[in-house]
């Protein structure tokens, strides 16, 4: 094999000259370079292909685990969170009524607890 190879490179040596070989050389480095990259580019689409299919294989997997009320689940949970986290509707208006008799007070002139214009604050009186 070793031997034909070295007598086919000296007849084209001999055939095409220095120049021509030159030429051979560059046309055939280039034409290997090309086939890499199909070659690259097709196991880069088969690698794709088997990683796309393994993810559809594993999301059908996924949605079989799942029941089937997972959103009547949900629903339920979220529900739950929401009348933990909400305060009753009486306590609301509590607070409400609270923050708006806070503010009338606030409004009025020298009725502040604590008021520094008389001199006396009701933690110092003795």
Known sequence: MELQLILVLL???????????????????????????????????????????????????????????????????LEDVYEEETPPKAVSENKKENLKEEKKEDEQPGKASGDASNGTSEGAKV
């Open 11 to 77: 007849i084209a040596f001999l055939l095409l000259g220095p120049e021509g070989m030159l030429n051979v050389a560059t046309k055939l480095g280039e034409f290997m370079r090309k086939a890499r990259e199909i070659i690259d580019q097709i196991k880069m689409e088969a690698y794709l292909e088997e990683f796309n299919r393994k993810m559809m294989e594993e999301e059908k997997r996924m949605k079989e685990e799942l029941p089937e009320d997972i959103a009547e689940e949900l629903k339920e949970e």
